[in-house]
């Protein structure tokens, strides 16, 4: 085990690397507590924020919205809820979409962007461009869409319902 030494505010080893033997605690203003319960990796941005995995939630009343990568959409209408894709995403930016109201819910497209399904064993897509759409066939549908290609491609997961791929 390597013993680290207390420098100002940093804790280092000498190497940049901190190993642990058990649970880490810090206190004061922002005390956390990391417990790993069998072999765990953390890795940390450079910048921005870490993510607590809960996104933010918008109740769309409207007949549409725009969405914006890391958030969740509750298409809540009597009438159809139409949701434009993300314009610009990173690889991993994701947008959850549930139904609430009566009128269910459609996921718009720009040009050059498409949504990719795995289905039994094969790989669906929406047309490219804005030709292309998903959408709930149940009020109570809900989607879970990923970014995989900047921008431009989505890939669907979690799925509840059937979706209407065009």
Request: hydrophobic letters at 40%.
């Amino acid at each position: 085990m390597t013993t680290c030494n207390a420098s100002g505010n940093k804790l280092t080893d000498g190497t940049s690397n901190i190993t642990l033997g058990g649970d880490l605690i810090t206190s004061g203003a922002y005390a956390t507590t990391i417990t790993a319960t069998g072999t765990t990796n953390i890795t940390i941005p450079t910048s921005g924020t870490l993510s607590n995995g809960t996104l933010a939630v918008t109740n769309v009343t409207g007949t549409s919205a725009a969405m914006t990568a890391n958030n969740a959409y509750v298409a809540n209408n009597a009438a159809l809820v139409t949701l434009a894709l993300p314009t610009t995403g990173a690889v991993g930016d994701v947008v959850e979409i549930c139904g609430a109201g009566a009128g269910g819910w459609a996921v718009s497209q720009a040009a050059s962007q498409y949504i990719r399904f795995a289905s039994g064993g094969s790989t669906l897509s929406t047309t490219v461009g804005v030709g292309g759409s998903i959408a709930s066939t149940t009020a109570a549908d809900c989607i879970t869409l990923k970014c995989i290609v900047i921008n431009n491609g989505w890939e669907a997961s979690d799925m509840v319902g059937n979706i209407t791929v065009v």
